[in-house]
């Protein structure tokens, strides 16, 4: 029989999960603040196997990657979020020009979404009461994917991308870390099958095996988080990306449920989607400031941009 404290909690999970909508999230999900205990040896094993290459930060605060907990005293449940960026396919980079992850077309998402979660906060603390927690977008250790798959908005596909059912993957993951006992949801089934269409199509077969990526072999982990000078034998195999890459979501037959995003702080800038190869390789300090303000691409800064433009002009595979 249902106690008091069980009605009070599923009736605060179905007001979350409601104004969750309100807020411009497409799926919210919850799940109890307890240990990850199945993600223990894969994080452990894909670590020992360097394939976090130089995110030196990915072996850092082990343990609080597993336990919530640990990060947030207290907390009892953890409320994990999709927020959709995926683009108006009326847009598109100029033909020819190097690629740009459509995640970095707009604003900064760690602004946008943050801004959102703390608003969210204030929301439950105003009509709950006095309710503790914190409000995570990729900026600490908590292992988003991991908890938004227990709490059921999707399952963790064969290139380790968070994939829903309804929508597919191209979301960003954002969590609530809180105090209050929640009714919790339970994980979604496996939809990839057989399929294979990630895996053949990643230019650097960074994908290994079904659900395991090796960072280290990753465009997205090139372009944007090597601080080294690219070894010569990976240039070839960088398929055009400046920053990012999509390759391994948009071959996903999953993402033909993908939808349009309505945060207007995501529309695609126009400078950033024409300027050519020639463009970005002869960049200026003044146009990288234009372009990246606000966005991420920031995080690369203006000499790895030129960088990478210069590696892909040198191959040949960056287009004009």
């Excluded at 605060?12 to 411009?24: D, M, P, S, T, Y």
Aim: net charge negative; aromatic share 10%.
């Amino acid at each position: 029989m249902a106690t008091s404290t069980d009605l009070k909690a599923a009736e605060h999970a179905r007001w979350i999960k409601n104004k969750a909508l309100e807020l411009g999230f497409s799926f919210c999900g919850i799940s109890r603040a307890d240990f990850l205990e199945d993600e223990a040896p894969r994080l452990e094993a894909w670590l020992k196997n360097g394939m976090h290459g130089e995110m030196a930060y990915m072996a850092n605060h082990f343990d609080m990657r597993l336990d919530p907990r640990l990060l947030v005293p207290g907390a009892k449940s953890v409320i994990s979020l999709l927020f959709n960026y995926y683009p108006d396919t009326a847009y598109a980079l100029a033909n020819g020009a190097l690629k740009v992850s459509k995640y970095a077309w707009g604003e900064d998402y760690h602004d946008v979404v943050k801004d959102r979660l703390k608003q969210f906060l204030h929301e439950i603390q105003a009509n709950v009461g006095e309710v503790d927690g914190r409000a995570f977008v990729d900026s600490a250790p908590v292992l988003d994917k991991a908890w938004a798959k227990r709490s059921g908005l999707g399952w963790v596909g064969k290139n380790a991308n968070l994939i829903n059912k309804k929508q597919g993957s191209f979301f960003f993951i954002a969590e609530l870390i809180i105090d209050l006992e929640l009714e919790p949801d339970g994980p979604v089934t496996d939809h990839c099958g057989t399929c294979r269409a990630c895996i053949d199509a990643c230019p650097t077969e960074a994908i290994v095996e079904p659900y395991v990526v090796d960072g280290s072999k990753c465009i997205s982990y090139f372009t944007i988080e090597l601080k080294k000078e690219l070894p010569a034998e990976w240039v070839s195999k960088m398929d055009g990306w400046l920053f990012g890459c999509d390759v391994c979501q948009d071959v996903c037959p999953w993402n033909r449920f993908s939808v349009v995003n309505s945060e207007p702080r995501f529309t695609p800038r126009e400078q950033l989607l024409n300027m050519s190869t020639g463009e970005w390789r002869d960049l200026t300090e003044d146009v990288f400031q234009q372009v990246a303000k606000r966005s991420p691409l920031k995080r690369k800064g203006f000499e790895g941009l030129r960088r990478n433009a210069a590696l892909l002009s040198m191959d040949g595979n960056g287009g004009k």
